[in-house]
């Protein structure tokens, strides 16, 4: 399960993510879709940690 937790990104003083909590179960599939400039890509980088969040938790349970 991954589990987003109050998750919230800032760049040069722009705010990008603000508190998104966000909970997919194990084996789900889950789209992603918005406008261009909306936080799609700056939330699956801080959910691969390839980006610091500024605020929330990011947890994931692996179950096989």
């Not at 603000?18 to 789209?31: D, K, M, R, Y």
């Not at 879709?33 to 799609?40: C, E, N």
Request: glycine residues 8%.
């Amino acid at each position: 399960m991954l589990t987003v937790k109050n998750l919230s990104k800032n760049y040069q003083n722009q705010q990008i993510l603000t508190n998104i909590n966000l909970e997919i179960a194990a084996s789900n599939i889950v789209g992603l879709a918005g406008p261009s400039g909306s936080g799609k890509s700056t939330l699956l980088r801080c959910i691969q940690k390839l980006e610091n969040p500024d605020q929330g938790d990011i947890i994931c349970n692996e179950t096989i």
